[in-house]
């Protein structure tokens, strides 16, 4: 049987990682990215530049990341980055001009969008339909309001809800933990922005919202993708084959020392599943790289 080398859907770095994020950790730069991508059997990331100033100690722009990806296009692609308040700071802002821009700049998705407003903001959806106007899928994360980087929900996740029924052609790429932690019906408002352990229960009303809106997809990069598929292997190779059109491999390597995270054993989840029969051929392919081949337009 032969394995597949994986497109990262959702990774993050910088030309000139200097400024600490709080901690000792930095961001890797393009060359240890790719020394871990070697080492862990990904082929291509695609970058999605920090211009939120949400969660943000170093800001990395569209410009920096589209010049990163010129220097190494046999490895990385790149999503442009963009604030619903900026331009007018109007929910009225035409986004068309600058999209445009992008995207004749390869630009293929908007990500990882970390504003701290809810998702059904006006200025939100303005952005969010003006994405869906010009083909662009997005990225994003969901955290608290205030003291948080991030989209904002609150349990049960009624504004995203209320932005996939807004927008019906875009396709919403969810990620973090929030997102990933309403897969099992038994999580609480206490636990949901953590990392829960067990067998997955039924009613996750992540899977409610993935069953009712076929524009809803998942990102699994970082601690929170890989532990929502991983906790429940019966349930997680279950769920990526029912949902296989629409679930995006993904790292969310951020530091160099990210190479001994447990998020990076997704890689070789992918792999056992296909090679024990517990994944087909097209779920397996079509999540370690076909998805994200259909995005970059490589395929």
């Excluded at 100690?57 to 190494?72: G, L």
């Excluded at 109007?90 to 445009?100: C, V």
């Excluded at 084959?241 to 020392?257: H, K, N, V």
Aim: glycine fraction near 10%.
């Amino acid at each position: 049987m032969n394995l597949v080398k994986k497109i990262d859907i959702h990774v993050h770095t910088s030309e000139s990682a200097w400024i600490c994020r709080g901690t000792d950790a930095r961001y890797a730069t393009p060359e240890e990215l790719i020394h871990i991508y070697d080492t862990i059997g990904v082929e291509k990331g695609v970058i999605l530049p920090e211009i939120n100033v949400e969660g943000s100690f170093q800001i990395s722009s569209n410009y920096e990341i589209w010049n990163v990806v010129q220097k190494s296009p046999h490895r990385f692609a790149w999503f442009a980055n963009l604030d619903p308040r900026q331009g007018d700071n109007s929910p009225h802002t035409d986004f068309t001009p600058y999209m445009k821009t992008l995207m004749s700049h390869g630009a293929r998705g908007v990500g990882e969008i970390c504003s701290n407003m809810y998702f059904d903001d006006p200025f939100m959806l303005n952005m969010f339909r003006h994405c869906e106007k010009n083909g662009l899928p997005v990225i994003f994360h969901i955290g608290n309001m205030g003291g948080d980087y991030g989209i904002v929900d609150t349990y049960g996740l009624p504004h995203l809800e209320a932005a996939l029924q807004a927008c019906p052609n875009l396709k919403f790429l969810g990620h973090s933990q929030k997102f990933w932690s309403a897969i099992s019906g038994d999580v609480t408002e206490a636990d949901w922005n953590g990392y829960p352990s067990g067998k997955v229960v039924p009613g996750g009303r992540l899977v409610e919202l993935f069953r009712k809106y076929p524009n809803l997809c998942g990102d699994l990069s970082a601690g929170s993708g890989y532990n929502a598929v991983s906790r429940d292997p019966d349930f997680g190779y279950a769920f990526m084959e029912e949902f296989q059109d629409r679930l995006y491999y993904g790292t969310d390597i951020c530091s160099p020392t990210n190479i001994t995270s447990p998020m990076l054993k997704l890689a070789s989840f992918l792999d056992e599943g296909y090679l024990s029969g517990r994944l087909t051929w097209d779920a397996y392919y079509k999540i370690s790289r076909g998805n994200a081949e259909k995005i970059l337009g490589l395929s």
